[in-house]
């Protein structure tokens, strides 16, 4: 059974940026695809980041440019670097492994959760 805790969310202003982490135990978590997803009061779980094997990272389309998905095998850790951070960012950031080694934006594309951690940017 694959856990994964997330860490790192706060209360930014505004143009700042956090940085996520998400600890996975269990599991074989060298080749495993993980993704960041987001919830926010009233909306549906919406697609952040995917990190395949390769390493290479895919994202939203309005994440581009200002945040980075990036995994450490070593520390079976997957980070969200988010910069450039807005309002409209803040939400419960939730973190998400597959049993698949290719990265995917879809929820159901995941088999496990954390139980997020809390984003709030103030203008």
């Known amino acids: 059974q694959v856990q994964l805790v997330e860490s790192g969310g706060g209360l930014v202003q505004a143009g700042g940026s956090l940085r996520l982490s998400c600890v996975a135990s269990g599991g074989t978590f060298s080749t495993a695809a993980m993704g960041w997803f987001r919830q926010a009061p009233g909306k549906e779980r919406e697609f952040v980041a995917s990190?395949?094997?390769?390493?290479?990272?895919i994202y939203a389309d309005s994440m581009k440019g200002r945040f980075t998905v990036s995994k450490d095998n070593a520390k079976r850790t997957v980070y969200l670097q988010m910069n450039s951070l807005e309002p409209e960012d803040t939400a419960r950031y939730y973190c998400a492994a597959r049993r698949y080694t290719t990265a995917a934006t879809k929820p159901e594309d995941y088999s496990y959760w954390g139980q997020g951690t809390q984003v709030t940017v103030s203008s």
């Open positions: 990190i395949g094997w390769t390493t290479v990272g």
